[in-house]
């Protein structure tokens, strides 16, 4: 953290480096533990690298950063979505996760106004994320930044083996 004038501490927030992607691997399975689906968070620091940093980075990522500590303490983990309604690119916010001796101190606020502000100097016009209905606590955060629930929208997904069913479909 740095001091400001007034001899506050303000988190620390940066981009992250090909030197971050082993503890955000880790923060990524702390998180996994939190949301109660360990077995679900397979991605590899070499998946992650590659997708961070590769030739073709697919999805970025912020680190709040304890500098007094020399400690990365959050990351936020996002990717550019497209809106047809608006015609303009928004940012999705895959994982936002400060660790549990963090929390309180302003990492989370810092990590998102972050990307609010990536949002807001690109010309983006939404900033999305899903928080699971049990944790009553983001939701609580997410609603005192001003943040509202989608209730009309529900969330589907596809993956293993219906997945791969309709890959294998005769669309013809």
């Given amino acids: 953290m740095r001091q400001g004038p007034a001899r ?5 927030i940066r ?16 998180l996994a533990e939190y949301e109660r689906s360990p077995d679900e968070a397979r991605a590899t620091e070499e998946q992650l690298t590659e997708a961070l940093f ?34 303009t690119h928004g940012v999705y916010l895959e994982d936002l996760y400060v ?14 106004s972050a990307l609010a502000r990536i949002c807001v100097e690109r010309g983006y016009e939404r900033f999305e994320w899903w928080v699971l209905n049990w944790n009553d606590p983001s939701i609580g955060f997410y609603r ?3 943040a509202e629930p989608m209730d009309d929208w529900t969330v589907f997904r596809m993956s293993g083996d219906p997945l791969h069913a309709l890959a294998k479909a005769n669309t013809a």
């Fill in 8 to 12: 506050t501490l303000f988190p620390v």
């Fill in 144 to 146: 005192s930044l001003g």
């Fill in 15 to 30: 981009a992250a480096t090909p030197d971050d992607v082993p503890e955000i691997h880790t923060m990524i399975r702390e």
């Fill in 99 to 112: 660790r549990p001796s963090a929390r309180g101190r302003g990492h989370g606020r810092a990590l998102l």
């Fill in 54 to 87: 590769g030739p073709h980075p697919a999805v970025f990522a912020l680190i709040a950063e304890d500098v007094t500590h020399g400690e990365r303490i959050g990351f936020a983990l996002w990717f550019r979505n497209f809106s047809t309604w608006t015609g």
